[in-house]
């Protein structure tokens, strides 16, 4: 690719780059985008996505808003992709106050932070997309997963909330409820319950990281589309 072409190519700000589905959404959206993404401890995994894909990675704490500040004074983004998260199984009343606050903070105030940080610019240029990566179970809830079942809810009511707010101003905001998806997240499951979720599942099966990114990449591109979830889930969240 000449050096013109590669000039006048959008830029995506992901965060949580270096897991399963930050992964697939460096590998498939840097085929259209400049890609920087957040990374905060796999480094050997960051180098590996900086010497394939040309993306470039930065390993910081997203819920420290000053972070998200610094990198929007480097970095020009025309795509924000809010993808970090944590996920951990407990019974609700084994959840600590560290572990309710520490799952907030990952998915809601990381995107809080990078949002408001990019927004500013995508409204000041009338035009910018921004995707909220939450899950079915923010959806349907979870059993022995209430507090990463209500983050990720927060951040469908945050998607629709701000959809309304920025649309006047032509940034669009949608979000994407992934279904089960084979890796990190889900090793822990043995073989009865990652059978059970593929019984339960319509579609018969796990989905995978990079069918998240091509959606990703769909609605980056859809520009009629705003304060949707759309629900890569195999049917699982009928």
Not at 8 to 36: D, F, H, P, Q
Not at 145 to 157: C, D, N, W
């Amino acid at each position: 690719m000449s050096q013109n072409s590669n000039a006048v190519r959008k830029s995506a700000v992901i965060t949580g780059g270096t897991g399963t589905i930050g992964s697939a959404l460096v590998e498939v959206l840097s085929k259209r985008y400049n890609v920087v993404f957040t990374y905060l401890s796999n480094k050997d995994r960051a180098s590996e996505l900086e010497y394939e894909f040309g993306a470039k990675g930065y390993r910081c704490d997203i819920t420290d808003g000053n972070v998200a500040v610094r990198l929007a004074e480097k970095h020009s983004c025309d795509l924000l992709v809010n993808n970090a998260g944590i996920s951990q199984i407990k019974l609700f009343t084994d959840i600590t106050e560290l572990d309710w606050y520490r799952m907030m903070d990952i998915h809601l105030t990381g995107a809080f932070n990078f949002t408001q940080a990019f927004l500013p610019a995508m409204i000041s240029g009338k035009s910018g997309c921004i995707i909220n990566i939450s899950s079915v179970w923010g959806v349907v809830g979870a059993s022995c997963e209430v507090h990463y079942s209500t983050a990720k809810a927060g951040l469908i009511g945050f998607t629709k909330a701000l959809a309304k707010e920025a649309g006047p101003s032509g940034v669009r905001v949608n979000c994407i409820a992934p279904g089960v998806i084979a890796g990190d997240m889900n090793r822990s499951f043995g073989d009865d319950e990652i059978n059970s979720l593929k019984e339960n599942t319509p579609l018969g099966r796990l989905g995978s990281a990079k069918e998240v990114a091509v959606a990703a990449l769909y609605l980056a591109g859809a520009e009629f589309v705003t304060g949707q979830v759309l629900g890569v889930d195999g049917g699982f969240g009928l």
